[in-house]
């Protein structure tokens, strides 16, 4: 069993940054591959970003060269670095535990809201 909870979000112009952070519970945080994901009300939920438990990265278009995942497997947490915050980026971003090899994703957080005005 795997718990995670995210903070860091809130309220920044476009052109900003934001942290956002994902600390999990457990020993076995280094066992489990980590996603980012993030929902509009009315919407589905969208992938964002992912990290294997080897650091290998992925990304959705749409963040792409703006937005950093990573981990610190000595601190139980993954990080979602955001920068160059567009309006549209604006939801509740949520991360989430898979296990390795495995596309879906077992355990997720209650996620953080991210706002970025115009």
């Known amino acids: 069993q795997v718990q995670l909870v995210e903070s860091g979000g809130g309220l920044v112009q476009a052109g900003g940054s934001l942290r956002l952070s994902c600390a999990a519970s457990?020993?076995?945080?280094?066992?489990?591959?980590m996603g980012w994901f993030r929902q509009v009300p009315g919407k589905e939920r969208e992938f964002v970003a992912d990290?294997?438990?080897?650091?290998?990265?992925s990304y959705a278009d749409s963040v792409k060269g703006r937005f950093t995942i990573s981990r610190d497997n000595a601190k139980n947490t993954a990080f979602l670095q955001m920068n160059s915050l567009k309006p549209e980026d604006t939801a509740v971003y949520y991360c989430?535990?898979?296990?390795?090899?495995?596309?879906?994703?077992?355990?997720w957080g209650q996620g953080t809201q991210v706002t970025v005005s115009s």
């Open positions: 989430a535990a898979r296990v390795p090899l495995r596309s879906s994703y077992d355990y």
């Open positions: 990290i294997s438990t080897s650091g290998i990265t």
């Open positions: 457990g020993r076995t945080f280094s066992r489990y591959a």
